[in-house]
C-alpha cells in the first residue's frame, strides 16, 4: 500500500494504492469512489478494508480524494459534480497505468456511486457496482439541508437554535461547506436521464429498500447495461441523526462486491 499525489499540477489529487499481496492477479482493477462529508467519514475504515480485501483477491485497488476533500488539493467548497466525474476518469486511468492493465471496475457509495455513473457514460468500464447510489442530486440536497436543519434545531446538543444562521445563507451542513454553486451543481445529477453508460455489466446493492433502486436497475438494463438487484442487511442509517458519528464496518456490503469481483 502506497500513498501518492496524482493528476494535474493545477489540482493535485491524494490517492492510496493497493497492490496484490497474494499470488493471484486479476485483468481488471478497482477503483473506489467513497461519498461525501459525513458519509465519508462513516464509511472511510470498512472502504480501507474493503481495499485490503481486494488486493489479497489479486486485485490492484485505488482509494482517492475528489478535488477539495480529503487530502486533494482545493479549499472546502470548491468542488463540483462536474470536477468530481473528472476526477473519477483521471483516477481510473491513473490506476490502468499502475496496474498496467487496461480494464478497471468501478465500486461505488453514495455519491460516488452517482459520480461513477456518470463517468462511465464516456469511459469503458468492466463491473459497475453501486452502493445506496444517489439516484437524483437534487433530492439528495434537499435531504441534506433538511436532515442539517434537524441537527442545528436539536436543543439537546446545542444550548441555542443555530437555525438563524442557517437560513441566514450559511453555507454549513453538519460541519461541510456547501455553498450554493456546489448545491447547484449536484442538482444536475439524474441518473435516470442518462442515454448511455459504457459498463459491461452493474450490480445495484441496496441496504434500504426504495423504489428508486429498483427504477434505476430497470433503467440501466433498458440502456443495455446488464444489471443485477442485491439486497444486503446493513444498518446503515444513512438518514439518522443517532448515528451521525457512527463508524460503519459493513461487513455485509464488503461481502458481496468481494463475491461479486472475485467472479469475473
Same mark, same amino acid.
Given at each position: 500500500?502506497?500513498?501518492?499525489?496524482?493528476?494535474?499540477?493545477?489540482?493535485?489529487?491524494?490517492?492510496?494504492?493497493?497492490?496484490?499481496?497474494?499470488?493471484?492477479?486479476?485483468?481488471?482493477?478497482?477503483?473506489?469512489?467513497?461519498?461525501?462529508?459525513?458519509?465519508?467519514?462513516?464509511?472511510?475504515?470498512?472502504?480501507?478494508?474493503?481495499?485490503?480485501? !481486494?488486493?489479497?483477491?489479486?486485485?490492484?485497488?485505488?482509494?482517492?480524494?475528489?478535488?477539495?476533500?480529503?487530502?486533494?488539493?482545493?479549499?472546502?467548497?470548491?468542488?463540483?459534480?462536474?470536477?468530481?466525474?473528472?476526477?473519477?476518469?483521471?483516477?481510473?486511468?491513473?490506476?490502468?497505468?499502475?496496474?498496467?492493465?487496461?480494464?478497471?471496475? @468501478?465500486?461505488?457509495?453514495?455519491?460516488?456511486?452517482?459520480?461513477?455513473?456518470?463517468?462511465?457514460?464516456?469511459?469503458?468500464?468492466?463491473?459497475?457496482?453501486?452502493?445506496?447510489?444517489?439516484?437524483?442530486?437534487?433530492?439528495?440536497?434537499?435531504?441534506?439541508?433538511?436532515?442539517?436543519?434537524?441537527?442545528?434545531?436539536? @436543543?439537546?446538543?446545542?444550548?441555542?437554535?443555530?437555525?438563524?444562521?442557517?437560513?441566514?445563507?450559511?453555507?454549513?451542513?453538519?460541519?461541510?461547506?456547501?455553498?450554493?454553486?456546489?448545491?447547484?451543481?449536484?442538482?444536475?445529477?439524474? =441518473?435516470?436521464?442518462?442515454?448511455?453508460?459504457?459498463?459491461?455489466?452493474?450490480?445495484?446493492?441496496?441496504?434500504?429498500?426504495?423504489?428508486?433502486?429498483?427504477? =434505476?436497475?430497470?433503467?440501466?438494463?433498458?440502456?443495455?447495461?446488464?444489471?443485477?438487484?442485491?439486497?444486503?442487511?446493513?444498518?446503515?442509517?444513512?438518514?439518522?441523526?443517532?448515528? !451521525?458519528?457512527?463508524?460503519?464496518?459493513?461487513?455485509?456490503?464488503?461481502?458481496?462486491?468481494?463475491?461479486? =469481483?472475485?467472479?469475473?
Amino acid at each position: 500500500m502506497s500513498a501518492f499525489i496524482f493528476g494535474d499540477g493545477q489540482r493535485p489529487l491524494y490517492g492510496v494504492h493497493h497492490t496484490p499481496t497474494s499470488g493471484k492477479h486479476r485483468d481488471a482493477a478497482v477503483l473506489i469512489c467513497h461519498s461525501l462529508g459525513r458519509e465519508y467519514m462513516r464509511t472511510h475504515r470498512g472502504l480501507v478494508r474493503l481495499a485490503e480485501q !481486494l488486493a489479497r483477491e489479486g486485485f490492484h485497488v485505488l482509494r482517492f480524494d475528489y478535488f477539495a476533500t480529503g487530502g486533494s488539493s482545493g479549499d472546502d467548497g470548491e468542488g463540483s459534480l462536474e470536477q468530481w466525474v473528472e476526477d473519477v476518469k483521471v483516477a481510473a486511468q491513473e490506476l490502468k497505468d499502475l496496474a498496467g492493465l487496461d480494464k478497471v471496475s @468501478l465500486v461505488g457509495v453514495r455519491v460516488g456511486a452517482a459520480l461513477a455513473t456518470l463517468a462511465a457514460v464516456e469511459m469503458a468500464v468492466e463491473d459497475l457496482i453501486l452502493w445506496d447510489p444517489v439516484v437524483s442530486g437534487a433530492a439528495y440536497v434537499d435531504f441534506q439541508i433538511g436532515f442539517s436543519r434537524s441537527y442545528y434545531a436539536d @436543543l439537546d446538543r446545542f444550548p441555542v437554535s443555530r437555525l438563524q444562521a442557517i437560513d441566514a445563507g450559511a453555507d454549513d451542513l453538519i460541519g461541510y461547506r456547501w455553498p450554493q454553486s456546489l448545491r447547484d451543481s449536484l442538482g444536475n445529477c439524474d =441518473l435516470m436521464r442518462l442515454k448511455r453508460v459504457r459498463a459491461r455489466q452493474a450490480e445495484l446493492i441496496s441496504s434500504d429498500e426504495r423504489l428508486e433502486y429498483r427504477e =434505476l436497475q430497470a433503467h440501466l438494463t433498458r440502456i443495455e447495461v446488464p444489471t443485477t438487484y442485491h439486497a444486503v442487511e446493513e444498518q446503515t442509517g444513512w438518514e439518522s441523526l443517532d448515528k !451521525l458519528g457512527e463508524a460503519m464496518m459493513m461487513h455485509g456490503v464488503s461481502k458481496r462486491i468481494l463475491a461479486k =469481483l472475485a467472479a469475473r
